[in-house]
């Protein structure tokens, strides 16, 4: 096409366009020129179509236009292009508007996504072109849709994992509160070692005496350790609950 556009502007004759179409021919068409030095520019245009052109191969190109698929990679300006490309050569020098409409079938069926052919389907596209468009708007809004889906879900997690932690911390604290205000009332339940000797009766009445004595001050000890205890325990649970609280509001 590009060949035949040059022409007609240079107005060349038969005889240019074949010592023209000689000279720009390379690689492996240049390959073809080998026994064409009698051809007339109309037999060498019909040597090169049957060896690179899609004559007789219409089939093909059908069959694979009917298979084509959306890559994963690949965008939709890109699958419309090769849609257009397999439409020329599988219905050659048809310019109709059953065609467009033709390709247009086979672009929206490439999508392979049947809620998103819907979608593109709902905007009633009469051609290629119109579908393109109408399916590049609609991801494009449906990236901008999952993306915002996934800023929320990133930050309420990271909330919900912060408000966890902080309540952890809290129970820990007040976990060793506890073991702390324990430690002196399992200490005075640890019974004395008894000693050896066998003491005379004077001395088991003292020993008696100052048992009863040390019983008294750690009962003494202890109701007031407990009370003490008893208190702190109130305000560290009353502490948690109110951060506890802060916590699912924050998360809310």
């Known amino acids: 096409m590009q060949f035949d556009n040059c022409a007609k502007f240079n107005g060349w004759n038969a005889n240019d366009k074949l010592q023209y179409l000689r ?3 390379t690689g492996t068409a240049a390959q073809m ?13 019909a040597r090169l179509r049957s060896r690179f052109g899609s004559l007789d191969m219409e089939e093909k190109y059908q069959t694979e236009i009917q298979c084509r698929r959306r890559r994963t990679d690949e965008t939709l ?16 020098g048809d310019r109709s508007e059953m065609s467009e409409r033709l390709a247009k079938e086979y672009f929206i069926c490439a999508l392979d996504d049947p809620e998103f052919e819907l979608k593109v389907r709902e905007k009633e596209p009469q051609s290629l072109d119109s579908a393109l468009k109408a ?3 609609l991801e494009v809004f449906k990236n901008a849709i999952k993306q915002r889906v996934g800023i929320r879900q990133r930050f309420s997690r990271q909330v919900t994992e912060a408000a966890e932690l902080t ?3 809290l129970e820990e604290r007040v976990a060793k509160i506890e073991w702390n205000l324990r430690e002196p009332q399992e200490r005075s339940k640890v019974p004395p070692k008894p000693n ?5 009766k004077r001395q088991q009445n003292f020993k008696k005496n100052d048992k009863n004595d040390d019983k008294q001050t750690v009962r003494a000890a202890t109701i007031s350790n407990d009370d003490s205890w008893k208190d702190q325990m109130m305000k560290k649970l009353r502490d948690l609950e109110a951060a506890q609280q802060d ?3 924050n998360s809310k």
């Open 23 to 25: 000279w720009s021919l």
């Open 33 to 45: 020129l080998w026994g064409t030095e009698g051809m007339t520019f109309q037999q060498l245009v």
């Open 77 to 92: 300006r890109e699958l419309a292009q090769d849609i257009r490309r397999l439409m020329m050569l599988a219905y050659p």
């Open 135 to 137: 399916a590049q708007r």
């Open 167 to 169: 309540a952890e911390s």
């Open 196 to 200: 050896k000797q066998q003491p005379n």
């Open 247 to 249: 916590a699912e509001a």
